[in-house]
């Protein structure tokens, strides 16, 4: 079982729509990162957060530490929202560097 | 503005041959990463430095080296290609360990 599972693995909607991509670990974490690849293959860092709620734009991140649980929600999604969608668990201490990776949602918005 | 760069963009090697991936940052951060991403099995750690003169070997190390000789720059050897070494990489760079991570634009390997 891997340690970061994020669901669904793809996830196709029409524009507008309100967007729900979870994550859950089964790792002691410090934070927890969500991460943005485009269709290019840059990658961009949306937000860490280790407790609560954050939101940017039309972005919002939520976790939920007891249960090791967090989601990404996108609001009025847009075609440009196409991108995989990345979750990270900091996992702080022990020898194997600090980030372990979901292997990421697919999502594909349709104007 | 601060920025991460990967050089080259696209590589093209044969088996056998000693490679070097350059990754430069200007955010004056301490700690640098470098990570190899495949179909189906997502980003994966392959070395890691906290500091200068500082390296660390991450989950998928064999085969690469990396050194630690200033605080901008964490080049990454490969000492022999192999073709299980194909993928695209990418360096990214963090100021501290608890503080989010920034990713470079990666580098397409493709060894022959």
């Known amino acids: 079982k891997n340690e970061v599972e994020q669901s669904p693995q793809n996830l196709t909607a029409q524009e507008g729509e309100f967007i729900t991509i979870n994550c859950s670990y089964s790792v002691g974490i410090s934070a927890l990162h969500w991460l943005q690849q485009h269709p290019g293959g840059g990658i961009v860092s949306l937000f860490m957060l280790s407790s609560g709620k954050k939101k940017h734009g039309r972005l919002i991140a939520t976790i939920n530490i007891q249960e090791k649980h967090s989601s990404l929600h996108i609001t009025a999604s847009h075609p440009r929202d196409s991108a995989v969608y990345i979750c990270?668990?900091?996992?702080?201490?022990?020898?194997?560097?600090?980030?372990?990776f979901g292997k990421g949602t697919k999502l594909s918005v349709k104007p | 503005d601060a920025e991460i760069t990967q050089s080259p963009r696209h590589k093209i090697t044969e088996t056998g041959r000693q490679v070097t991936l350059a990754c430069h940052q200007t955010w004056n951060h301490n700690n640098m990463f470098w990570y190899r991403q495949d179909l189906g099995h997502g980003l994966r750690l392959i070395h890691y430095?906290?500091?200068?003169?500082?390296?660390n070997k991450g989950e998928v190390s064999d085969g690469y080296s990396v050194s630690r000789s200033n605080t901008e720059d964490l080049p990454l050897t490969l000492e022999s290609a192999a073709s299980s070494q194909t993928s695209v990489y990418f360096c990214?760079?963090?100021?501290?360990?608890?503080?989010?991570?920034?990713f470079g634009p990666g580098t397409r390997l493709t060894v022959l």
């Open positions: 990270a668990a900091l996992h702080y201490g022990g020898s194997q560097g600090n980030l372990i």
């Open positions: 990214a760079s963090s100021e501290i360990t608890v503080t989010e991570q920034f």
């Open positions: 430095s906290y500091g200068v003169h500082d390296t």
